[in-house]
């Protein structure tokens, strides 16, 4: 069964980029889509953004777009979200999710339930 092991949170300050990684194991193919998703306390899940099978298939809420960069290295298995210019406001659990796909040109889907494997979480903390 697939499974999602994170990496790369903790605790920056404000104005920092930060790394996070998504690798998928128990799985050669590189035939899903994987997004990206934060909560943070007494919030809801949001989507952060997400990239699918094909790398040119990214996608990005509204508010990432411009400070955040997600990629895939296929041959890896590996997921990587980018976070520049990081806000106390972005201060969230985060999670990696992975949905299983049949074309390379689907896209990766912004709705949390639409995804079936799910990475531990990982916590990132922006000081002020």
């Known amino acids: 069964q697939m499974q999602l092991v994170e990496s790369g949170g903790g605790l920056v300050q404000a104005g920092d980029s930060l790394r996070l990684s998504c690798a998928v194991v128990g799985h050669r193919n590189s035939d899903y889509a994987m997004g990206w998703f934060r909560q943070a306390p007494g919030k809801e899940r949001e989507f952060v953004g997400g990239?699918?099978?094909?790398?040119?298939?990214?996608k990005y809420a509204d508010d990432m777009k411009g400070r955040c960069t997600i990629s895939r290295d296929n041959t890896n298995n590996t997921g990587t979200l980018k976070m520049n210019s990081l806000k106390h406001e972005d201060t969230a659990d985060y999670y990696c999710a992975v949905v299983p796909i049949h074309r390379p040109d689907t896209d990766a889907a912004e709705s949390a339930w639409r995804y079936v494997y799910w990475g531990q979480g990982i916590q990132v903390t922006v000081s002020s």
């Open positions: 990239i699918g099978w094909s790398a040119g298939t990214q």
